[in-house]
């Protein structure tokens, strides 16, 4: 018993200590490649760019449509989580509650899929990111390896896939129709969009200004 109460405590200090040195180390350099991208069968097309090469475009169409309240929270989104878990409960389509912090954290460190191991581990990566990189940080890693394409990782290779542009060039309407496909890349249009995905690109092109205007990107630009 008490062998395997040494291997348990070692193999805790070891996992703190290495988690703790990713995310410094990734405060600084490019993150080479994640999980999601070594299990993609499609390949891997990306091209790391830093966050003054994005238009603020981009960076406010992530913020409404995946998480208007980036910049009020610590990394997690209690009402959002609380909601989710509700409407699950009730049965349904399942929805998620995860801010952008927590979803940069599994994709940088962890895995795709449920399961509250996981989950345990990206709260942890996630109290990690949000106190040791910042919110400019981990929107710029976010905007990195997202996947948003076949293939196809970050808004600089999605924008040139799309658009034949750069990232830094993209219009409101383009970053909008990219963050719409967020979710679902594989299966979601950027280009020619129909139904409920073209409106809902609309919608969120739509309250880039409120992001502006309301402040609601002021941590990544302040």
Request: glycine share 10%; proline share 3%.
């Amino acid at each position: 018993m008490r062998w395997l109460i040494r291997f348990l405590f070692k193999a805790l200090v070891g996992f703190l200590g290495l988690s703790l040195g990713l995310v410094l180390l990734f405060k600084f350099l490019p993150v080479p490649v994640t999980a999601t991208m070594l299990m993609d069968e499609n390949g891997i097309t990306k091209d790391w760019t830093s966050l003054s090469n994005i238009d603020r475009s981009m960076v406010r169409a992530v913020i409404a449509a995946e998480d208007g309240k980036f910049c009020l929270h610590e990394g997690f989104d209690r009402e959002a989580i609380e909601k989710a878990i509700e409407s699950n409960r009730q049965g349904g389509r399942i929805r998620g509650g995860s801010t952008i912090s927590q979803q940069t954290a599994k994709n940088v460190f962890l895995w795709q899929g449920g399961g509250y191991v996981r989950k345990g581990f990206e709260a942890w990566f996630t109290v990690l990111i949000e106190q040791i990189w910042g919110k400019r940080r981990i929107m710029e890693v976010y905007l990195n390896v997202a996947e948003t394409g076949i293939g196809t990782y970050g808004v600089e290779a999605g924008a040139q896939r799309y658009f034949d542009k750069s990232a830094a060039s993209l219009t409101p309407l383009e970053a909008a129709r990219m963050a719409a496909a967020l979710p679902l890349p594989k299966e979601r249009s950027v280009k020619n969009p129909r139904g409920w995905l073209a409106r809902h690109g609309n919608t969120i092109s739509a309250r880039i200004g409120a992001v502006s205007r309301d402040g609601l990107d002021s941590c990544v630009y302040r």
